[in-house]
C-alpha cells in the first residue's frame, strides 16, 4: 500500500492548495462523469430544473382544462380525459413539484448556508434525485400511453379500487407515491444530518439561518407524514393487484381507512410546502430590509408549533364523512389554533419590514405579494376549518380557489422570488430587475383574476371535477373570466422563465455578494466553486456576514487533496472530527435504474418485486463498497478517536 | 470565542486566524458519527410505519364483528420460537458492537460471523411463520393486515440480514479503514431497532387475537 502524505489547508490558503482544494470536490467530465455526479449543487441543479420541469407539465395539464371550461358545453376534452388530467396537475403539482421542489432549493443552498463543503450522505442525495426523476417519467409516460392516472390526486376507494378502476391507471399513480416519497424520505435524513453534523464552527443551534430552521422542521414532517401514505398506497396496489382486502368493506376492509391514512399525510404535506416557503420569506425579508429578522425565537418555535399542529388537522379534509361530531369539532379547533403561529411569523415579518431600510427589489415583491394572497387564503381556511361552512361549499369550486390562494400564495410566489434571489448563486448572473417586475405583475394580477372567481363560482354552488357545466347555470362569465386569467399567468410564467433563460445566457455578472446579505450562503464567489468555500469558514454570528471579522476566521487543517469535511457537535457546532466523503461513481444512477425496474416489473406481476430486488441488491451493494485506492488515501490521514 | 467544551478530549486549536482541526479524530461513534445520525432517520421513518401498521390494524378490528375473522388465530409455535431467537441474536450483535467500538478487528470478525448465522436462522423460521399464520391475504381485511405487518417487518429482517452479511464479508479483507468499525456498530443498532421493533409487533400478531 502506498501513502502519500496528504496536503491539508493553512489559513489562508495558498492558491495552490485552493486550486487542488476544487479540483479535488469536481465532478469528472463527460457523459459518464456527468452520471456519476454526487455534488450537491449538481444535484442542486438537476433537482430544480426537473421539478420546474414538471411544474410547466402540470401548469399545461391545467390551461388545458382551464380552456375546456372557457364556455360552457364544451367540446374541448371529454370527460375521460377530463379525469386524467385533473388528477395528472394535482398529482404532479403535489407530488412532483411542490415537494421536491423546496428540496431541491435546500440541496443546493443548506450546505452553502451551514459553510460545509458538501451535503450529508452526496451518494445518497444521488440516488434520491434519480429515483425521483424516474418515477415522475414513468407517471408521464403512462399518461402519453392513455393511462393516466384518473381517480383524484388523493385517489380514494372504491373509486379508485379494483371494482371501479380496473386497467393500470391507479396502479401507476400509486407506484409514482413510492418512488416520490422514497425520494423525499431519504432526502429529508440526508437534511437533518447535514444540519446537525456539517454545520461550520461557532454555528450553535441558534445561530441557525431560518431557512435552515425551515427546511429542518419540514424533514421531520416528512419523516413523520410521508410514511403513511406509503402505507396507504402499498395497500391500495396490493388490493388492486394480489387481493388483499384492506379498503374492501365486503371482507371486512373500510374505505375511510384510507381518507384517514391518506389525509394524516395529505394535512401535514400542506406545510411541507408551505413552511419552505416560510424559511424564503424570512430570507428575503432580512435581505431587502438590510436587517436581522425581528423575533428569532418567536420565528422558530412558530415553525415548530406549526410542525405539531399539522399532525392535529387530517379530518378537516373529511367533514363530509360520517365521523362523531364532537371529532370533529376538535379537528375545528385545531385548524383555528394552526393560525396562531403562522400570524406570530406575519407580524414579526412586517416588524422587521418596519424597522428596515426597504430595498424594494423583485424577490420582495413576490413576498409582499405573499402576504396579501396567504392571508386571503389563510381567512378561507379558517371558514372552511368550521363544519357547517365546509359542508356547504365541500368539493365545490370554492375550496379549488382556497388551496391555490394558499399553496401558490404561500408556496409558490414565495419560491419564485427565491429563485430569482439566488439565480446569482447559482449561476453567477443578474436577472433583469424589468423583467422581474413585469412577470412579477403579470402572475400577480394573473394569479387573482383566474382564482378569485372560483370562490364564487364555488358558492354558487359549481363541483369540482366536472369537465363541462350546462349553459343556464350562468356560471360561464366566471369561468370565462378565470380561464382568460389562467392565459395571463401562463404569460407571466413565460416571462419569468425567459428572464432565467435570458440572464443565464448574457446576464450581467454578479459580483460577489451582489445582494449584500448577511448569510454565508453568499460567504463565497457565485456561482460557488466545487469545495463551496476556499477554507471551511468560522461563524461568529446569526448573520456571518453582517458580523465583524474575528479571529479565529476559517480553518486550517483539512485535506485538500480528497474529500474530506470536518464534523461538528449538534447543539454547539464545535468541531469534533474529520471525514472523509465518498468519491463520484455511477453507482448511484445504476442502482435508481435498477429500483426502478422492481417497482415497474411489480405492476405486472408480484414477483417482479422479489426478483427485482436482486439487482437492486447487487447495485446498493456495490455502491457501498470501498475501493482501494480511496480506501489508502483515507488511511493516510486516519486517526482514530481516543 | 469559545471552542472548548466538547464531548471529546481532543480539541481544535486557535491560533490566530486558523482553527487547526488537522489532529482531530477521522472518524467517532454514536451520535457522533453522520451514519448513526443516518440510521436514526430510518429507524424514525419504519418505527412510523409499524406504528401506523398497528394503527391500521386496531381500526379495521375496531369494525370487525369476530377478529380473527378466520377461525384460527396464528399458531404460536414458530412465532414464539423466533422472537426468543431475535432475543438471543441481541448477544452475538451487541458483542459485534463492544468489538468495533474497542477497535478490535478479531472480535468483530467474529462476532459479525455470529450475528449473520442468528440473522439467518430468524429468516428461516419466518418462512415457518408465514405457513403457520392460519390466514390468506387475500382471504379477509384481517388476513390482509396480519400479512401486511409480517411483510414489513421480514423486508426489514432481509434488509438488515444482507447488510450485515456484506459486512462480515467485508471486514473480511484487508486494508480496513476505521470507519467500518463505525459500520459495524451502527449495523448492530440497527438491528436491535429490528429486534426490539418485533416485540409488539409480536404482541399484536400472535397476542390479540387471542384476546377474544
Redesign the interface.
Known amino acids: 500500500?502506498s501513502t502519500q502524505a496528504p496536503v491539508?489547508n493553512?489559513?489562508?490558503p495558498t492558491p495552490r492548495q485552493v486550486a487542488q482544494l476544487h479540483a479535488t470536490w469536481s465532478d469528472p467530465p463527460g457523459p459518464w462523469g456527468w452520471l456519476s455526479a454526487v455534488n450537491h449543487k449538481a444535484i442542486g441543479r438537476r433537482f430544480l430544473v426537473t421539478a420546474f420541469g414538471f411544474f410547466l407539465a402540470g401548469g399545461l395539464l391545467a390551461l388545458w382544462m382551464r380552456t375546456q371550461l372557457a364556455r360552457a358545453e364544451n367540446g374541448l376534452v371529454g370527460p375521460d380525459l377530463y379525469n386524467q388530467l385533473f388528477t395528472m396537475h394535482g398529482t404532479t403539482m403535489m407530488f412532483l413539484f411542490a415537494v421536491p421542489v423546496m428540496q431541491a432549493v435546500s440541496v443546493y443552498i443548506t450546505p452553502l448556508m451551514l459553510g460545509a463543503r458538501s451535503i450529508?450522505?452526496p451518494r445518497m442525495n444521488a440516488f434520491a434525485y434519480w429515483v425521483y426523476l424516474f418515477g415522475g417519467l414513468m407517471l408521464f409516460a403512462a399518461f402519453l400511453t392513455n393511462t393516466g392516472a384518473d381517480a383524484g390526486w388523493f385517489a380514494y376507494p372504491p373509486l379508485s379500487g379494483p371494482d371501479y378502476s380496473p386497467g393500470k391507471r391507479v396502479d401507476f399513480w400509486a407506484q409514482m407515491i413510492t418512488f416520490t416519497e422514497l425520494s423525499a424520505?431519504l432526502e429529508?435524513?440526508?437534511l437533518?444530518?447535514t444540519v446537525?453534523?456539517l454545520r461550520a464552527?461557532?454555528m450553535t443551534l441558534n445561530r441557525l439561518p431560518l431557512f435552515v430552521w425551515g427546511m429542518l422542521v419540514t424533514a421531520f414532517m416528512v419523516?413523520?407524514a410521508?410514511?403513511?401514505v406509503?402505507?396507504a398506497s402499498?395497500?391500495l396496489i396490493?388490493?388492486r393487484l394480489?387481493?388483499?382486502?384492506?379498503f374492501?368493506p365486503g371482507?371486512?376492509?373500510?374505505v375511510l381507512?384510507w381518507q384517514?391514512?391518506f389525509w394524516?399525510f395529505g394535512h401535514p404535506e400542506v406545510y411541507l410546502i408551505f413552511i419552505p416557503g416560510l424559511g424564503f420569506v424570512s430570507t428575503i425579508v432580512a435581505t431587502f430590509a438590510r436587517r436581522p429578522v425581528f423575533g428569532y425565537p418567536a420565528m422558530v418555535l412558530a415553525l415548530i408549533a406549526t410542525a405539531f399542529l399539522a399532525f392535529g388537522l387530517w379530518v378537516h379534509h373529511m367533514f363530509a364523512t360520517n365521523l362523531p361530531e364532537l371529532g370533529k369539532s376538535f379537528f375545528t379547533a385545531s385548524s383555528m389554533l394552526i393560525a396562531v403561529p403562522t400570524a406570530i411569523q406575519i407580524f414579526c415579518w412586517l416588524a422587521t419590514l418596519a424597522g428596515g431600510r426597504v430595498n424594494l427589489k423583485a424577490p420582495l415583491l413576490f413576498v409582499l405579494a405573499f402576504f396579501f394572497i396567504l392571508v386571503l387564503g389563510g381567512l378561507t381556511g379558517l371558514m372552511l376549518a368550521s363544519v357547517p361552512l365546509d359542508l356547504q361549499v365541500h368539493d365545490s369550486y370554492f375550496v379549488v380557489a382556497h388551496l391555490h390562494y394558499v399553496l401558490l400564495g404561500g408556496a409558490v410566489f414565495p419560491l419564485l422570488g427565491a429563485v430569482l434571489y439566488w439565480w446569482p448563486l447559482i449561476t453567477g448572473r443578474m436577472t433583469s430587475e424589468r423583467l422581474g417586475r413585469w412577470s412579477f405583475w403579470l402572475l400577480f394580477i394573473g394569479f387573482n383574476v383566474t382564482f378569485f372567481p372560483m370562490h364564487l363560482l364555488g358558492l354558487e354552488g359549481m363541483p369540482r371535477r366536472v369537465y363541462t357545466y350546462p349553459a343556464d347555470r350562468g356560471w360561464e362569465g366566471m369561468n370565462l373570466l378565470a380561464t382568460v386569467g389562467a392565459w395571463v399567468l401562463a404569460a407571466g410564467l413565460l416571462v419569468f422563465l425567459f428572464n432565467l433563460w435570458r440572464s443565464w445566457r448574457r446576464g450581467e455578472r454578479a459580483g460577489a455578494n451582489p445582494w449584500g446579505a448577511g448569510t454565508l450562503e453568499w460567504g463565497s464567489t457565485c456561482p460557488p466553486p466545487a469545495a463551496n468555500f476556499d477554507a471551511t469558514p468560522?461563524v461568529?454570528g446569526a448573520y456571518p456576514l453582517w458580523t465583524p471579522p474575528?479571529?479565529?476566521?476559517?480553518?486550517?487543517?483539512?485535506a485538500v487533496d480528497q474529500r474530506e469535511q470536518?464534523?461538528t457537535?449538534?447543539l454547539?457546532a464545535?468541531?469534533?472530527?474529520?471525514?472523509?466523503f465518498p468519491e463520484p461513481t455511477p453507482w448511484p444512477f445504476l442502482s435508481a435504474l435498477a429500483v426502478t425496474l422492481c417497482f415497474v416489473w411489480s405492476l405486472f406481476t408480484p414477483w417482479g418485486a422479489v426478483y427485482g430486488l436482486i439487482p437492486a441488491?447487487i447495485g446498493l451493494?456495490l455502491w457501498?463498497?470501498?475501493r482501494?485506492r480511496e480506501?489508502?488515501k483515507?488511511?493516510a490521514?486516519?486517526?482514530?478517536?481516543? | 470565542m469559545r471552542m472548548g467544551r466538547q464531548t471529546e478530549l481532543v480539541q481544535a486549536r486557535i491560533e490566530g486566524a486558523a482553527l487547526d482541526v488537522s489532529h482531530l479524530p477521522s472518524f467517532g461513534f454514536s451520535h457522533r458519527s453522520l451514519m448513526w445520525w443516518g440510521t436514526l432517520g430510518l429507524m424514525a421513518i419504519e418505527g412510523t410505519v409499524f406504528a401506523l401498521a398497528v394503527g391500521v390494524y386496531f381500526y379495521l378490528r375496531s369494525f370487525a364483528s369476530r377478529w380473527p375473522m378466520e377461525d384460527m388465530p396464528p399458531a404460536l409455535l414458530w412465532g414464539t420460537a423466533n422472537t426468543l431467537l431475535l432475543l438471543a441474536s441481541l448477544w452475538p450483535a451487541h458483542a459485534a458492537k463492544r468489538a468495533a467500538e474497542a477497535l478490535d478487528l478479531k472480535g468483530v470478525r467474529f462476532w459479525l460471523v455470529l450475528t449473520s448465522v442468528a440473522e439467518l436462522a430468524v429468516l428461516g423460521v419466518r418462512v415457518l411463520e408465514f405457513q403457520t399464520l392460519n390466514c390468506r391475504w387475500d382471504g379477509s381485511a384481517y388476513g390482509s393486515i396480519v400479512w401486511m405487518i409480517l411483510g414489513l417487518h421480514t423486508l426489514h429482517l432481509l434488509t438488515d440480514a444482507w447488510d450485515t452479511l456484506v459486512l462480515t464479508v467485508l471486514l473480511h479483507t484487508r486494508n480496513l479503514e476505521g470507519r467500518r468499525f463505525v459500520d459495524v456498530s451502527e449495523n448492530s443498532l440497527y438491528w436491535y431497532f429490528v429486534v426490539w421493533s418485533w416485540l409488539p409487533l409480536y404482541a399484536v400478531v400472535y397476542g390479540v387475537p387471542r384476546l377474544g
Not at chain 1, 242 to 246: E, L, N, S, Y
Not at chain 1, 574 to 580: A, C, E, F, I, N
Not at chain 1, 637 to 642: G, L, N, W
Request: negative net charge; aromatic residues 8%.
Open positions: 500500500m491539508l493553512d489559513v489562508p450529508a450522505f424520505l429529508a435524513v440526508i437533518i444530518t446537525f453534523k464552527p461557532g419523516m413523520f410521508m410514511p403513511a406509503m402505507l402499498t395497500s396490493t388490493d394480489v387481493g388483499t382486502h384492506f374492501n371482507e371486512g376492509g373500510d381507512l384517514h391514512l394524516f468560522v461568529h474575528r479571529e479565529p476566521s476559517q480553518v486550517a487543517g483539512l470536518l464534523v457537535t449538534v454547539d464545535v468541531p469534533d472530527h474529520r471525514v472523509s441488491a451493494t457501498f463498497w470501498p482501494r480506501t489508502a483515507h488511511l490521514i486516519e486517526r482514530a478517536p481516543r
